[in-house]
């Protein structure tokens, strides 16, 4: 099993770009999670779903989009990237139970935006 | 709002000596506690976790300490090896399935 993948590893934008990062995992959960993680800050929520064709939002949802047209994946969009967004951003996914378990992350995608 | 609060945001300790590392939520509602740690440049990990029917669990020399009363909870490193030394945080589970984590605790283990 791969686990949690992301795709791109590394991208560099120029504002007012979009773009379209990629997770998928291979385990099936029905959970996955869009996180920044910026210096000083820890990992702040930005999206999440609960199931393919659900979408809710996290702490810090603005200028960004998600769609989860197929449960092993978990898209996350910028239609107008701004400097604000550079970070580091890591896709997470966990089984649905009653009973919360462990979350595994992808390997994350480091963005810049000049 | 909801949060979870995390301290210090840097601690140092001594080859051998422990380290512990506190964590404060404020929603009465979460009854499971997750630690991760993080290595430079990697993805963050769980090495320990805790549900509220529990006080204390322990996995050789990590443990994890929880006081519902108070909403802390603390993790515990004892004789502290150079490959401690990372990035951990704490995190708790809010209303809706989301997971809010802390801030970080930079951990560095001295020669």
């Known amino acids: 099993n791969a686990g949690v993948t992301q795709t791109p590893k590394f991208r560099v934008l120029k504002t007012g770009q979009s773009m379209t990062l990629l997770c998928a995992q291979d385990?099936?959960?029905?959970?996955m999670y869009w996180y920044r993680q910026d210096p000083g800050m820890g990992l702040r929520l930005i999206h999440y779903s609960v199931g393919e064709g659900t979408t809710a939002k996290g702490e810090v949802p603005d200028g960004y989009n998600v769609s989860r047209l197929k449960k092993q994946n978990f898209l996350l969009g910028l239609e107008s990237a701004a400097p604000s967004q550079t970070s580091v951003y890591f896709c997470a996914s966990r089984e649905a139970g009653v009973e919360y378990n462990e979350q595994f992350f992808g390997p994350g995608t480091r963005l810049t935006v000049l | 709002g909801e949060n979870v609060e995390q301290h210090p945001s840097t601690l140092s300790v001594q080859e051998g000596d422990s380290a512990v590392i506190k964590c404060t939520y404020s929603d009465s509602a979460s009854n499971y506690f997750p630690w991760y740690k993080q290595e430079l440049g990697k993805r963050p990990q769980l090495i320990i976790d805790?549900?509220?029917?529990?006080g204390e669990k322990k996995d050789q020399r990590i443990a994890v300490t929880l006081n519902k009363t108070a909403k802390h909870f603390s993790l515990h490193i004892t004789e502290t090896q150079p490959e401690d030394s990372a990035v951990y945080f704490c995190?708790?589970?809010?209303?809706?399935?989301?997971?809010?984590f802390g801030k970080g605790t930079r951990l560095h283990i001295l020669p």
């Open positions: 805790i549900r509220s029917n529990v």
């Open positions: 995190a708790a589970p809010l209303i809706g399935f989301k997971i809010i």
């Open positions: 385990m099936n959960h029905e959970y």
